[in-house]
């Protein structure tokens, strides 16, 4: 199911002179989220987010104990499953109450989170190819509800 790492995190002080150096590196903005940047590591595959703030000197930042594998939009579909016969605790995630897999339309992607044994935030992600009509939907949709409304079609990367 795992295909590869999809995100990795990096708490910075200053998103400006952050978001200057990567791009000097030769990394391209994927998505700007306010306090958060994405950049490109491979492009379509993987990205890195960098999270400004002071909060990055707290005991649990998501940039300090988080990472994302990549896996493929079907297997996303019964993620849950595979990985609680894994023995992994699904959790929800920002103010969700399910722990299923959902999809952010805005960003293009779906996710579900869940935890290791010490606690660490992972997450199981995919790349979705949203329709225009649905781009700028900013709630975050159940697999089943993004399909009704793409008409039940499936939309790999």
Known sequence: ?????????????NLKRAAAFYEKLGLELACDAGD??????????????LWEGEEYRTPYHPSLKHVAFRAGYENMKRSRKWLEDAGATVVPFGGRT???????PWQGNGS???EDPDGNSLE??????????LKQVKEKLSFDEFERRTGNRH???
Not at 98 to 104: M, Y
């Open 98 to 104: 399910s722990a299923d897999p959902f999809i952010r």
């Open 1 to 13: 199911m795992i295909e590869g790492l999809y995100e990795a995190h990096l708490p910075v002080k």
């Open 124 to 133: 199981l992600m995919c790349f979705v190819d949203v329709p225009d009509h």
């Open 155 to 157: 939309f790999n990367n």
């Open 112 to 114: 579900v989170y869940f």
């Open 36 to 49: 958060t940047l994405f950049y490109w590591i491979e492009k379509e595959k993987s990205w890195l987010g």
